[in-house]
T-cell receptor, first 113, second 110 residues
C-alpha cells in the first residue's frame, strides 16, 4: 500500500534562517507531487506541484522553492525565512493519470519567530 | 480563475442530527470534486470523490452530490456523531491542480 511521509513534524525557526522540509512517498511510482500551505483562517494554498523528476511548477511568487531530486521525493526549501512563512505545510500525491484522489501527508507545523 | 466557497464556515449541532455542508465553484470545467476531512493539526483524509460525469457518491453515513452546471456540491451527513467533529473541505480538480475551499468547521455535541 502507498504511504506518504513528512518531516519534521514540527519546526521552530528564527527569521532569516534556511528551511528544508522533506516529503517521500512509498508504494507508487511516477506520482504527481504537491506542496500546500495552510495558514490560520486562510484555507489550503497550493505552492508547488511536480509531474516528474526535475519538473516543478510554482503557483505563487514567494521566497520558497521546491525540488524533486528523485521520483518519490519532494523538498520544500527557503534560503531566508520570513515571519509570514509560518503555517502548516502539507505534502500530497496523486497518480499521474487524471481522475484519482489526492493523498495527504501528516503535515509539518512551522513557526517562524 | 477557479474559486471554491464553502458555507457555512462553522456549524454546531446536537448529536443525531442530519446535516448538509455546501460547496460552490465558479468554473464548471472540472475533472472531479472531492470532500476531505481534517482533524486539528493533522493532514487531510479523503471522504468521497465524485467524477465530473457522476451525480453523487455514498459511503456509509455520507452522501455527496454534484451539480456541475450550477457549480454546486453538497455533503450530507446522516445521524451525526461527536466523532464527526472536524473541518470538512471540498476541492475541485483541474488538469493537475486541486483548488480547495476554506472549509466548514463542524462540531457535534454529545
Amino acid at each position: 500500500s502507498q504511504t506518504i511521509h513528512q518531516w519534521p513534524a514540527t519546526l521552530v525557526q528564527p527569521v532569516g534562517s534556511p528551511l528544508s522540509l522533506e516529503c517521500t512517498v512509498e508504494g507508487t511510482s511516477n506520482p504527481n507531487l504537491y506542496w500546500y500551505r495552510q495558514a490560520a483562517g486562510r484555507g489550503l494554498q497550493l505552492l508547488f506541484y511536480s509531474v516528474g523528476i526535475g519538473q516543478i511548477s510554482s503557483e505563487v511568487p514567494q521566497n520558497l522553492s521546491a525540488s524533486r531530486p528523485q521520483d518519490r521525493q519532494f523538498i520544500l526549501s527557503s534560503k531566508k525565512l520570513l515571519l509570514s512563512d509560518s503555517g502548516f505545510y502539507l505534502c500530497a500525491w496523486s497518480v499521474q493519470e487524471g481522475l484519482e484522489t489526492q493523498y495527504f501527508g501528516p503535515g509539518t507545523r512551522l513557526l517562524v519567530l | 480563475k477557479q474559486e471554491v466557497t464553502q458555507i457555512p464556515a462553522a456549524l454546531s449541532v446536537p448529536e443525531g442530527e442530519n446535516l448538509v455542508l455546501n460547496c460552490s465553484f465558479t468554473d464548471s470545467a472540472i475533472y472531479n470534486l472531492q470532500w476531505f476531512r481534517q482533524d486539528p493539526g493533522k493532514g487531510l483524509t479523503s471522504l468521497l470523490l465524485i467524477q465530473s460525469s457522476q451525480r453523487e457518491q455514498t459511503s456509509g453515513r455520507l452522501n455527496a452530490s454534484l451539480d456541475k452546471s450550477s457549480g454546486r456540491s453538497t455533503l450530507y451527513i446522516a445521524a451525526s456523531q461527536p466523532g464527526d467533529s472536524a473541518t470538512y473541505l471540498c476541492a475541485v480538480k483541474g488538469t493537475y491542480k486541486y483548488i480547495f475551499g476554506t472549509g466548514t468547521r463542524l462540531k457535534v455535541l454529545a
